[in-house]
């Protein structure tokens, strides 16, 4: 029996190469340019290295302090991260099992604060912190923390709906504790979630420039995209270092999605479908 040619089929796929496409192509250009010298990159931007050229590598990478940018960005997304999944997790949990018109409107306030700008509040808030002298890597990571939470537990309280209140009794009756029952139940389940939480609130604590340049812009303190912008003079743009170093930038957080993404679609479905 022949086939039906299913033309909205091709239709999807012609469509999701294209988009796919779209998004390389920004890495391709980036990736190919690192290997030219400047003056190629403004005569021929968009073309093959006629020569490849490995020295903008070394010097990007001493040009930019990457061992130091690289360290602090490391320590500040961890921190943040880390501690927006424990703290998202435990509100998640306990709004959804106490089910009363307070954990309620808790909820739904945190569903609110997503609605305001970081501009809205961005004078007060470095205010507040200079005055208590936190206008460093332990305010940066608590800022994190506070822009991050509202989302995170949107998501954790989504998934927590579809985890039956059985395993919750049927752990208490073998003595486990509320806290246990959470680390060594619930939480596993919240796996996707989980994933779902560290590669948003990462790859947006990675890449953040804004806030990190008005609390960390220090010398020593520095994330990755703030010793980027060394590159970007007044009167000139070392473009092949500036593109060299957006390429070491950017590698870390591709690595992170990459070795988390089987995970991720489970997580977004998880956490929105099920509300």
């Given at each position: 029996?022949?086939?039906?040619?299913?033309?909205?089929?091709?239709?999807?796929?012609?469509?999701?190469?294209?988009?796919?496409?779209?998004?390389?192509?920004?890495?391709?250009?980036?990736?190919?340019?690192?290997?030219?010298?400047?003056?190629?990159?403004?005569?021929?931007?968009?073309?093959?290295?006629?020569?490849?050229?490995?020295?903008?590598?070394?010097?990007?990478?001493?040009?930019?302090?990457?061992?130091?940018?690289?360290?602090?960005?490391?320590?500040?997304?961890?921190?943040?991260?880390?501690?927006?999944?424990?703290?998202?997790?435990?509100?998640?949990?306990?709004?959804?099992r106490r089910n009363s018109k307070l954990s309620t409107f808790i909820y739904?306030?945190?569903?609110?604060?997503?609605?305001?700008?970081?501009?809205?509040?961005?004078?007060?808030?470095?205010?507040?912190?200079?005055?208590?002298?936190?206008?460093?890597?332990?305010?940066?990571?608590?800022?994190?923390?506070?822009?991050?939470?509202?989302?995170?537990?949107?998501?954790?309280?989504?998934?927590?709906?579809?985890?039956?209140?059985?395993?919750?009794?049927?752990?208490?009756?073998?003595?486990?504790?509320?806290?246990?029952?959470?680390?060594?139940?619930?939480?596993?389940?919240?796996?996707?979630?989980?994933?779902?939480?560290?590669?948003?609130?990462?790859?947006?604590?990675?890449?953040?420039?804004?806030?990190?340049?008005?609390?960390?812009?220090?010398?020593?303190?520095?994330?990755?995209?703030?010793?980027?912008?060394?590159?970007?003079?007044?009167?000139?743009?070392?473009?092949?270092?500036?593109?060299?170093?957006?390429?070491?930038?950017?590698?870390?957080?591709?690595?992170?999605?990459?070795?988390?993404?089987?995970?991720?679609?489970?997580?977004?479905?998880?956490?929105?479908?099920k509300m």
């Amino acid at each position: 029996m022949k086939k039906q040619f299913d033309f909205n089929k091709l239709l999807v796929i012609i469509l999701a190469i294209v988009l796919a496409l779209s998004w390389l192509y920004p890495f391709f250009l980036i990736f190919i340019n690192s290997f030219k010298t400047r003056t190629e990159i403004l005569s021929n931007v968009i073309g093959l290295p006629e020569k490849i050229t490995l020295a903008n590598y070394p010097n990007a990478f001493q040009a930019m302090n990457y061992v130091s940018g690289f360290g602090n960005s490391v320590i500040i997304t961890v921190a943040s991260v880390g501690l927006t999944v424990l703290f998202s997790a435990m509100a998640a949990y306990v709004l959804h099992r106490r089910n009363s018109k307070l954990s309620t409107f808790i909820y739904y306030f945190c569903g609110v604060t997503m609605l305001i700008p970081f501009q809205a509040i961005m004078i007060p808030l470095i205010n507040l912190f200079g005055q208590i002298n936190l206008l460093n890597r332990t305010g940066l990571t608590i800022m994190n923390i506070g822009f991050s939470v509202s989302l995170s537990v949107y998501l954790y309280y989504g998934a927590m709906r579809s985890i039956s209140t059985d395993l919750d009794d049927a752990a208490n009756i073998d003595g486990a504790s509320r806290i246990s029952i959470f680390f060594r139940v619930i939480l596993p389940i919240l796996k996707p979630t989980t994933v779902t939480v560290i590669i948003l609130n990462g790859m947006k604590i990675w890449n953040d420039y804004l806030l990190p340049s008005l609390v960390v812009n220090q010398q020593g303190m520095r994330t990755l995209p703030l010793e980027l912008y060394s590159f970007f003079g007044e009167f000139t743009t070392q473009w092949e270092l500036a593109l060299t170093g957006l390429l070491l930038a950017i590698i870390p957080v591709i690595l992170l999605f990459i070795s988390l993404q089987k995970y991720f679609i489970a997580g977004i479905s998880e956490g929105s479908l099920k509300m």
